[in-house]
Structures are given as structure tokens and as C-alpha cells.
């Protein structure tokens, strides 16, 4: 760390307040910091705030198992440590710089040498600094449930879990379609209540009952079968939901014994596709109450959803390693994953990677355990990687109301996000991505399209998604920065397409 005079040259970034901070910065003391060179540690005392004239730093804090979380990026042009200057707490958050970076520091010293000599700036600034701290105070009120606030943001969040039991509508009873499906769905619950008693009674005499266990296999598929029959049976009817809801309640019981299938419907998270969701489908050993838990979750790991996520994660390891690859040897590519979850595919992609000392990757996810996870249990074998994991609301990110000094981007991709956004979202998730991609940077988006088995997971365990087409991608597109430069890739099961998108 070195001093430099009051009167170097100083480029101020951004509209609107030149003026004022080019008067009030030769009061400050400015000084230059190297890349991973300390700031501020929770145990500085807060005696300073600091300007960020040129650079950037990086705010992490390290938790409970000493996992390092970034919570932000600081670029130019902002102020930092400023409610800690004037409440006088000390410290929670580390901050080191993210690069050479230049920083003017405001002491008490300075602040008192500014009201002594120019008392009309030193109201205007301190007005200014005002508006700063309550902005920031704005963004953290918004965030004191950040994962229950990031699941209400996504577009599907009115597909919770059903509500209490109601009585059925006379009419609908006496319809000659809800016998139909009323009689089928009393055959499925008696076989399965017979078989689940056949399969603890073999489990607690320690036998292996193959026939119960394969005609439970059947009649899961029979049921999964009958769905689409049951919904165009009821197309129309206007009890739709209704039924749905009915289907759901006989089969609550037997279904609810998987781990997969509590795991989705109750949502956790406050949404299904939570990081513990993906390590189970990729770990794809079957978990559950009893013998009938295992086969139901068995079922439930051999959806096609299912096959689709370990598909996308051989994908998205081949195509982080194409492309990092036409980059050629000893050039930084610089990686973004949102809505990140486990990270499994970054670090399958790693592990065949063998220029990893090129890779800079920055891991987003809403949820602090999802990157605690990360480190603890996924980034465990050597490498040569830079690897950042950063909490943030991806959806705030999207629509701008969350900045950070993202260095230009290489590739940005997202697994499982989009499936939750509608077109709004999406396209704004789109235009944020192109603005931090470096020309011929890739964008890479996967989204759920249509397929027959998609009833089992949007109205029996309600893990609902926005489903699209190839057509319905090349659309959303279109009218984004992007326009055409797009194609669609998919996995082996073809349920999950991705959208690769190059910057011109």
C-alpha cells in the first residue's frame, strides 16, 4: 500500500455529482492498493470511509465452515464504509481490492478540516452521503428474507402447494367424467395401500418381496399414464383444479414417503429446484421412508425431468470446455453461473480442463448454503481455478436494481433459471447478460420444453415451469441485443434446450 499526493489526476465515473466530489476529494488522503491487497477487515476500527476512485473491490464474509461468500463487487465512482464512519460500529465484512485500484479515505481529520474551511461543501456532502446510506439502507430492508423475497420474484411462485381439503361440487360428482376418473384413482390407491402393507411386512421379516416391488413399479406407471387421460377428461370442465387436487390427495400418502417427491411439493427453499434437489437427481440413488419411499423415489429419478438435469450437466461441462478451449492456451476466460445451485457441471468441466489456471469463475446464487455447499463438498480436488461464489438475488441483478463491477465476461450461463421466468424476466435476464459479455462472449440459457411426462411434476408434486419451444426461444431473443445470433442445443433426453447466444 502506498500514498500518493492529494494531487494526482483523478477521472471521476459517473453523472451527476462530478462537480461536488471534484471539490471534495483534495481533502482526502488517496491511496493505491494491489489485487487481493486488504482494505478493510472486521477488525478495523471505523474510523474512515473510503471512495472508490479507480479499480474495484471485492465485500466477502467468511461463514460458520469458512466458506468465502461475496455479497459485492465495488466499482469506481461508489462510496463504502460510510454507515460505519457515522454509527461508529466496527466492521462485519471484509473488503480487499479486486485489482490495482486507488482509493480516497475520508477520516475524521478530513471531514473536520472540511467544515472548518469550506462549510457550505461540507453540508452539501454530507447531504449527498445521506442519500448514499439511505439507498443502501433501501436495498437492505428489501432483503431481510433474501431467499423467501428471490422465490416470490420468480414468475411461478403461484405454484406453491395445494390448499386445504374442500368438499367436492355436487354437480362434478354426478358428472359422468369424474366417475371415470374417480373410480381409476380409488383402483390405484387400494393396489398401493395393499402393496405398501405386502412391502413392510416383507421389509420387517427382512425378506425381498420382487413381486410386490415390480407391481409397484407398474402401477406408478399406470398412474403416470392416466394423467394426461385425466386432464382431457376434465378440459373444460372448469374443475380442472379441482380434480387435480383430488388426484394429489389419494396419492399424498404413498407419494410423499420419496425423498424427491416431499423434497419438490413442500419446497423448502420456497422453490423445488433448490441445490439439494439437484445433488439428489445427480446422485440418483433412491431415498425414502420405507421400501415403497424407495420405489416412488426411484420413479420420480427416472422422469424424464430427471434424466434431462444429468443430461444438461454433461452439456454444460462439454460446452464450458469447447469454449474455453477456442480461446487458446495462457488467455484468462472469465466464467459467470447464475442461479449456480450445487456447481456441479463448473467442476466436472475443471476436472478435464487442463488450462484451469486460465479459468476466473463467478459462481451467483441467492442461497449461501447452496455455494457453503459448493466449497464444502464440491470444489475438493485440485485445480488451478479462480473461483469467486457470490450471493445475490439473480432476478434484482436482471432488472438492474443490484449492480456490481463485473469484469467483462467470457460466457454467462444458467442451468435451471429461466424455466421460472416469464417473458419479461427473461428478456431482462437477456440484455443484462449481453451488457456484461465481451464481444464474441457466449451466452449460454437452458429452459424446459414440452414433454409427455410433465404433468407428474406440474400438478401431483406442483413443481411447475414456464415450458418452451425451440421457436418460442428464437423468439424471446429476437428483440434483445442478441437478435438472431442464437441456436439451440439440447441434452440426450431432448426435455432441456439451451439457447447459445454470441455477441457481435
Known sequence: MSLSPSSAPINLPGPGNEALLERVLPFATIRSF?????????????????????????????????????????????????IGFFDGESRVRNIQAAG???????????MT?????????????????????????????????????????????????????????????????????????????????????????????????????NRCHDVLAELNSSLPLFQQTMAGSGYEEVMWGYVFKEIFPYFMRSNFAERAYFKPKGYAGDFL??????????????????????????RPGSLAIRGRRVLLRDQLLQLS?????????????????????????????????????????????????????????????????????????????????IQPLDIIYSAGLCDYLDTRLFRALITQCHH????????LLGNFT??????????????????RTETDLLELFAPTPFGDKVTIITEPAQVNLFAVATKE
Open 436 to 443: 456484461h459479455l465481451k464481444p464474441g462472449g457466449t451466452l
Open 113 to 213: 478540516t472540511l467544515r472548518a474551511d469550506q462549510p457550505e461543501l461540507y453540508i452539501d456532502f454530507l447531504l449527498y452521503l445521506t442519500q448514499n446510506i439511505c439507498g443502501k439502507f433501501r436495498r437492505i430492508a428489501g432483503e431481510r428474507e433474501p431467499i423467501t423475497g428471490y422465490a416470490q420474484s420468480l414468475s411461478t411462485r403461484h405454484a406453491s402447494r395445494y390448499t386445504e381439503a374442500k368438499p367436492l361440487p355436487a354437480p362434478l360428482l354426478r358428472s359422468s367424467q369424474w366417475h371415470s376418473i374417480g373410480s381409476r384413482m380409488e383402483a390405484f390407491k387400494s393396489e398401493l395401500f395393499n402393496l405398501s402393507h405386502k412391502l413392510q411386512k416383507a421389509e420387517a421379516e427382512g425378506k425381498k418381496d420382487d413381486a410386490s416391488e
Open 450 to 467: 414440452h414433454y409427455p411426462d410433465s404433468l407428474f411434476l406440474d400438478k401431483l408434486l406442483k413443481w411447475e415451469l414456464i415450458y
Open 325 to 405: 478451449s477456442t480461446r487458446g492456451y495462457g488467455t484468462t476466460t472469465r466464467i459467470m453461473n447464475l442461479a449456480c445451485g450445487p456447481n456441479r457441471e463448473l467442476f466436472d468441466f475443471l476436472t478435464v480442463c487442463d488450462h484451469s489456471e486460465d479459468i476466473e469463475a463467478l459462481c451467483v446464487d441467492i442461497d449461501p448454503e447452496a455455494l457453503q455447499y459448493t466449497n464444502q463438498y464440491v470444489n475438493i480436488f485440485p485445480h488451478r481455478a479462480s473461483i469467486k461464489l457470490m450471493s445475490e438475488n439473480v432476478i434484482k441483478w436482471a432488472l438492474g436494481r443490484a449492480t456490481h463491477h
Open 277 to 302: 434437489m439437484m445433488e439428489h437427481i445427480y446422485a440418483d440413488t433412491p431415498k425414502g421412508e420405507g421400501k415403497l419411499g424407495e420405489i416412488v423415489d426411484a420413479f420420480c429419478l427416472q
Open 100 to 110: 490495482d485500484t486507488h482509493i480516497a479515505i475520508f477520516n475524521t481529520e478530513v
Open 34 to 82: 494491489q489485487t487481493d491487497e486488504s482494505v478493510l477487515t472486521p477488525e478495523s476500527t471505523a474510523e474512515s470511509f473510503y471512495y472508490l476512485i479507480n479499480g474495484a473491490v471485492e465485500v466477502s464474509y467468511n461463514d460458520r465452515s469458512d466458506t468465502k461468500i461475496t455479497v459485492a463487487l465495488i466499482g469506481a465512482g461508489d462510496f463504502f464504509g460510510e
